[in-house]
């Protein structure tokens, strides 16, 4: 029963850097979305998804790229890391965007020197 | 702008003693509200989803209520164990995005 998969969990990068957060979910939900955790900021929505080849930008889409090919992976890409994305990040999936429970991942912390 | 707020920050209790946690919200047309528990470290864990048409839900030891008109909810966890301390994130539902909006959340710790 695996629910909401993130990977990797840790990751350092140097500025300018880019990388790719992966998640897979096997609930079969419509909806996924990416979180960042900052310390006195709380959870803010970066980007959401509610289908397959559907995306739209949350609160905070600046320096986040994401796509979505299938139902089951909603990977969020870092174009050019910079410090001010050093944070803690959450994928999250419900099987619709109004009523389904929101079920989250473990997590993946990044910090970018 | 939906804003969720929940007080105290922070509680501690001796076991055995009931937990109150409380949410509070500005806007009451929501579509539901969730509570979550989130150890050091690690993810959300959903507790509980309130649907905006019902007062509350139930699991176990754990209670949720939902006042949509005084835009506020209650947490009740029974008989505490010092495995429930955690942090308790109270969010709401209010938007087409399906955004989750937050509260800072209660941290609580119950002692042996």
């Known amino acids: 029963n695996a629910g909401v998969t993130q990977t990797p969990k840790f990751q350092v990068l140097k500025t300018g850097q880019s990388m790719t957060l992966q998640c897979a979910q096997d609930?079969?939900?419509?909806?996924m979305s990416w979180y960042r955790q900052d310390p006195g900021m709380g959870l803010r929505l970066i980007h959401y998804?509610?289908?397959?080849?559907?995306?739209d930008q949350g609160e905070v889409p600046n320096g986040y790229n994401v796509s979505r090919s299938t139902t089951e992976d909603f990977p969020l890409r870092l174009l050019s890391a910079a410090p001010s994305q050093t944070s803690v990040y959450f994928c999250?999936?419900?099987?619709?965007?109004?009523?389904?429970?929101?079920?989250f991942g473990e997590g993946s912390r990044l910090t970018v020197l | 702008k939906q804003e969720v707020t929940q007080i105290p920050a922070a509680l501690s209790v001796p076991e055995g003693e009931n937990l109150v946690l409380n949410c509070s919200f500005t806007?009451?047309?929501?579509?539901?509200l969730q509570w979550f528990r989130q150890d050091p470290g690690k993810g959300l864990t959903s507790l509980l989803l309130?649907?905006?048409?019902?007062r509350e839900q139930t699991s176990g030891r754990l209670n949720a209520s939902l006042d949509k008109s005084s835009g506020r909810s209650t947490l009740y966890i029974a008989a505490s164990q010092p495995g429930d301390s955690a942090t308790y994130l109270c969010?709401?539902?209010?938007?087409?995005?399906?955004?989750?909006?937050f509260g800072a959340g209660t941290q609580v710790v119950v002692t042996p």
């Open positions: 609930m079969n939900h419509e909806y």
């Open positions: 969010a709401v539902r209010s938007d087409s995005w399906g955004k989750l909006q």
């Open positions: 309130i649907q905006s048409s019902q």
């Open positions: 998804s509610v289908g397959a080849g559907i995306t």
């Open positions: 806007d009451s047309a929501i579509y539901n």
């Open positions: 999250a999936s419900s099987y619709n965007s109004f009523t389904g429970e929101l079920f």
